[in-house]
């Protein structure tokens, strides 16, 4: 079943505003969307890729009535220029949302494969994807698209950070060096973000123990008392722990962390409010990203 967009949809995720949309409707019918019953506005996948395409190419100074001029194939062959002629973040965002809307494998990987190689690793998760899970994070939770869209993009983007981690492991140190534990709670799968992360500080070869989903923290607290060169944990915290018992969480965490900080982002913890310092939460995955790459988070 396709997917149905409101203006406001298309207004968020392509950046063109509602008002503009509706002149360019009417002028040049960049779009003809459906009408509901009660004549809203209810825009296509097709409408979607046609916008974000047209979005990119008015960024690079292009005016309206000109793109109006092409068809839909010569509107995304631009795109597909500008992405490998100048590396267009932009463009490259757009075109990975398109292949999510097919789940069109090949293409998706193409574009991630592409901008690895021209721009490095770090560029492309940091840019590029970071990007895209932005904008693929907004359609899902309007369900605009649905988990089967976010699992196949999820399940690609993490082969190549997988395969990026393995060609980092050169740079492991000791198993006994100070290390940054990287873990996510009982039930929470949103393993994106930590993998992300986790490449950060290996390729600055950071000792990482990386524990990966779901782990219990009853679990966590015997590996606790098994091991002391732990210097950081780090989280991230999507939809687990449940925001009720968020409070509690913290609290049986810091009885066995002791003076270890715990460093959390994610939308579970937007509302948290730290009853200490040796909790420290960050507003999106870039802030703690960048404080964990500083010196000070380097130094231990």
């Keep these: 079943m396709e997917s149905s967009y409101s203006i406001k949809d298309l207004e968020h995720l392509t950046g063109i505003k509602a008002h503009t949309l509706r002149i360019w409707e009417q002028r040049y019918e960049i779009v003809v969307p459906k009408r509901t019953d009660t004549n809203i506005r209810a825009y296509s996948d097709d409408d979607l890729k046609t916008l974000l395409n047209v979005a990119v190419l008015i960024q ?9 001029d092409l068809s839909r194939e010569q509107l995304s062959q631009k795109i597909l220029e500008e992405a490998l002629q ?11 949302i398109q292949a999510c809307i097919d789940l069109d494998e090949l293409t998706f990987s193409q574009i991630l494969d592409t901008s690895i190689r021209e721009a ?25 698209i649905g988990v089967a869209h976010e ?9 190549k950070m997988y395969a990026a981690l393995d060609r980092l492991t050169d740079h492991r140190m000791s198993v ?28 600055r070869g950071t000792t990482v123990v990386f524990l990966g989903q779901s782990l219990p923290l009853e679990h966590l ?12 944990v780090v989280s991230v915290w999507t939809t687990q722990p449940a925001r009720e018992v968020i409070d509690q969480y913290v609290s049986d965490a810091r009885s066995f962390m002791g003076e270890v900080p715990l460093w959390v982002t994610g939308l579970a913890v937007s509302d948290f409010k730290s009853p200490d310092h040796l909790t420290v939460t960050y507003p999106n995955l870039a802030s703690l990203g960048q404080q964990l790459t500083s010196e000070l988070a380097l130094s231990f």
């Design 60 to 68: 690079k100074g292009w005016r309206i009535s000109k793109i109006a």
């Design 176 to 203: 006994k060096s100070p290390a940054v534990l990287m873990y996510l709670p009982q039930d929470e799968l949103h393993e994106l973000g930590l993998l992300y992360l986790h490449y950060l500080l290996k390729a």
């Design 151 to 159: 699992h196949f993009a999820s399940n690609l983007i993490k082969q």
């Design 221 to 232: 607290a015997v590996l606790f008392k098994q091991a002391n060169h732990f210097k950081l």
């Design 86 to 96: 100048h590396g267009s973040q932009t463009a490259q965002v757009t075109r990975l």
């Design 120 to 144: 490095g690793e770090e560029h492309t998760f940091t840019h590029v994807v970071g990007g895209f899970i932005h904008q693929i994070g907004y359609m899902w939770q309007t369900d605009a």
